[in-house]
């Protein structure tokens, strides 16, 4: 299994500044993907982020808000900018370990914006 | 959506009892994969049930999928208190990427 660490761990920011988060694996791997997680709620994909390829972005989630960077196999970088309260919530990487198998996700990172 | 549905949403046991929950899901699936969360904090990976695959055990899990149903249960035997979490099922859709969707999750509380 990958071993995947987050920074920050939390952070409290104010409305209108933006937020870097940074997600490292201890192996090299093809696909990394973007969660958030909303108070009291379940995970919703942000985007899917394939070194070498620009991100891919779900519906309601636009690369302005979310840019993301994925410079090499082992690291990505997920931006939440120009924030506001409700960009409060749990944001969570996870790897794959190959097409049609177990992702590990990361700690997470718990975002409080005042 | 596509999100899943999850029932219960909250299940509150006695330590020892076993505790059921219920995952449903939309449409064809590579596979199905269950996950723990304590306290909103990072999510622990249980157990992965492929689509061919009808049931499968770890430990106190059980896992079954019914593909015909698009429904799978998680069970967990003889509970106790550390299993207090949030349960969360996440189905890898056919040609979806290996992106994961999530379900609505289970809140279980094992009391002593």
């Known amino acids: 299994s990958a071993v995947i660490s987050q920074k920050p761990s939390r952070d409290i920011c104010q409305r209108g500044t933006s937020l870097t988060i940074q997600c490292q694996v201890d192996?090299?791997?093809?696909?990394m993907f973007w969660y958030r997680q909303q108070p009291g709620q379940s995970l919703t994909l942000i985007a899917t982020?394939?070194?070498?390829?620009?991100?891919?972005?779900e519906s309601g989630f636009v690369i302005d808000k979310f840019p993301i960077s994925r410079p090499n196999l082992t690291f990505s970088t997920l931006t939440v900018s120009n924030m506001s309260p409700e960009d409060s919530s749990i944001y969570l990487c996870?790897?794959?370990?190959?097409?049609?198998?177990?992702?590990?996700f990361g700690p997470g990172t718990r975002l409080l914006v005042l | 959506s596509q999100q899943g549905e999850e029932d219960p949403q909250a299940l509150s046991i006695q330590e020892g009892e076993n505790a059921t929950m219920n995952c449903s899901y939309k449409?064809?699936?590579?596979?199905l994969q269950w996950y723990r969360q304590n306290s909103g904090r990072g999510l622990v990976h249980l157990i992965l049930?492929?689509?061919?695959?009808r049931e499968k055990h770890s430990g106190r899990l059980r896992v079954t999928l019914d593909t015909s149903k698009k429904s799978s249960s998680l069970l967990i035997t003889a509970s106790r208190a550390a299993d207090t979490a949030s349960y969360f099922c996440?189905?890898?859709?056919?040609?979806?990427?290996?992106?994961?969707?999530f379900g609505t999750g289970t809140q279980l509380k094992v009391e002593l």
């Open positions: 982020a394939n070194q070498g390829s620009e991100a891919t972005y």
């Open positions: 996440a189905t890898d859709l056919t040609g979806g990427g290996n992106k994961l969707t």
């Open positions: 049930i492929r689509s061919n695959e």
């Open positions: 449409t064809s699936i590579n596979n």
């Open positions: 192996s090299q791997v093809t696909m």
């Open positions: 996870s790897v794959g370990a190959g097409a049609k198998e177990t992702q590990y």
